[in-house]
């Protein structure tokens, strides 16, 4: 192939991974099928169901597996998570989802801060969520799940046993919260306060 021929085919290609990204859309995924995930091609996930487990128990459980329980941080992410649950867990009312209240996690310490964070370290605010009106409240709700029947989210007791769909992580995460000693974010997720 000449070099001119070349760099034609190169700019196309360029272009064409542009358009997919400014659309939202994702190449397909390549999943371990050693573990039993699923591709969810729409958003680029590898998922697994996880049966009923608290939520720290679930997310040891997908750390276990080299993932994490699913970060739903993008609209596409939402719309493929929805209908998986749907399919996937007819009978149930929740499903966790991989966000967390920092409190819940550093009750061992006695710290407090009252920042929802994804399950990999990341400040939930500024990122898509679905929250449902007046959610998330209380002093004992701490983790984060959706709600069958209607897809918005909602916080509840961590302790509940619930499913929920754990995600092959492709890429090194931020942080790993659940196998940090007093299962805590790095204190520069809250500006340096601890």
Not at 97 to 117: E, M, N
Request: proline share 4%; aromatic share 10%; hydrophobic share 35%.
């Amino acid at each position: 192939m000449s070099g001119c021929r070349l760099k034609l085919v190169l700019m196309v290609m360029a272009v064409t991974l542009n358009l997919q990204a400014s659309k939202g859309t994702s190449s397909p995924a390549t999943c371990s099928s050693l573990n039993g995930f699923t591709a969810l091609d729409t958003a680029g996930l590898c998922v697994k169901p996880v049966a009923k487990k608290s939520w720290s128990e679930a997310s040891r459980y997908c750390q276990s597996l080299g993932a994490r329980i699913v970060i739903v941080d993008t609209q596409l992410k939402a719309t493929a998570m929805n209908s998986y649950i749907e399919t996937e867990f007819r009978d149930a009312r929740y499903v966790w989802i991989g966000g967390v209240s920092y409190s819940s996690l550093s009750s061992s310490t006695h710290r407090f801060h009252a920042t929802w964070v994804w399950s990999d370290c990341r400040a939930m605010s500024g990122t898509y969520n679905r929250w449902a009106p007046g959610e998330p409240s209380g002093d004992v709700d701490k983790c984060a799940v959706i709600q069958r029947n209607n897809f918005q989210w909602n916080d509840g007791p961590c302790s509940y046993s619930l499913n929920s769909v754990c995600e092959e992580i492709t890429s090194r995460p931020l942080y790993d919260i659940i196998s940090n000693k007093d299962d805590v974010c790095p204190s520069s997720v809250f500006g340096g306060a601890n």
